[in-house]
T-cell receptor
Framework: AAGVIQSPRHLIKEKRETATLKCYPI?????VYWYQQGPGQDPQFLIS???????DKGSIPDRFSAQQFSDYHSELNMSSLELGDSALYFC???????????FGPGTRLTVL | DAKTTQPPSMDCAEGRAANLPCNHS???????VYWYRQIHSQGPQYIIH???NNETNEMASLIITEDRKSSTLILPHATLRDTAVYYC??????????????FGTGTRLQVTL
């Protein structure tokens, strides 16, 4: 069965650079979520989209932005990267109203 | 979403049942209890969810107390591959909008030989 695809799987950036993370949800899923997991931390919700509209927003820095496109894939754009942005970034997808969120394998971002 | 409390860690011998408790004393009537797990650095994985009745699927059983203030996830025959952090999450289901997961600190289950 198709799963959530995230790219790239690993990304290394310098401070103050920009990064773009991509998420391809399971086909026919209409909802995408982004989570951030710092080293030794638990996943923290960043932002979600339902039918290409922002649905909910968590503790996402103003330097980050995200959108969901017409084909339902989503991108998380991160600017002016800081050392503290180094983390695993997970994307999850679901059908709204359904109980289960399906998580991708994550993108490991390292900021040097 | 209601706050949950879980023990930080538990050990279980392989082949034995693992019983993971969760307290959610402030749960409201329309909130479900969910369990996810995260095997080292992988994406979290859905296990099971329930409202007030006990639930069972191919992975686990969920026992919810009658007052719904606590629950127990049961892995009937734990294997080494069940070693993971287990998260108990209380969450409402809203139709028409996305409903985020709020992860607490979870229970780190170590299954040993």
């Amino acid at each position: 069965a198709a799963g959530v695809i995230q790219s790239p799987r690993h990304l290394i950036k310098e401070k103050r650079e920009t990064a773009t993370l991509k998420c391809y949800p399971i086909p026919r899923h209409d909802t995408v979520y982004w989570y951030q997991q710092g080293p030794g931390q638990d996943p923290q919700f960043l932002i979600s989209f339902y039918e290409k509209m922002q649905s909910d927003k968590g503790s996402i820095p103003d330097r980050f932005s995200a959108q969901q496109f017409s084909d339902y894939h989503s991108e998380l754009n991160m600017s002016s990267l800081e050392l503290g942005d180094s983390a695993l970034y997970f994307c999850a997808s679901s059908l709204v109203g359904q109980p289960e969120q399906f998580f991708g394998p994550g993108t490991r971002l390292t900021v040097l | 979403d209601a706050k949950t409390t879980q023990p930080p860690s538990m050990d279980c011998a392989e082949g034995r049942a693992a019983n993971l408790p969760c307290n959610h004393s402030t749960i409201s009537g329309n909130e479900y209890v969910y369990w996810y797990r995260q095997i080292h650095s992988q994406g979290p994985q859905y296990i099971i969810h329930g409202l007030k009745n006990n639930e069972t699927n191919e992975m686990a059983s969920l026992i919810i107390t009658e007052d719904r203030k606590s629950s127990t996830l049961i892995l009937p025959h734990a294997t080494l591959r069940d070693t993971a952090v287990y998260y108990c999450i209380v969450r409402g289901i809203n139709t028409g909008t996305a409903s985020k997961l709020t992860f607490g600190t979870g229970t780190r289950l170590q299954v040993t030989l």
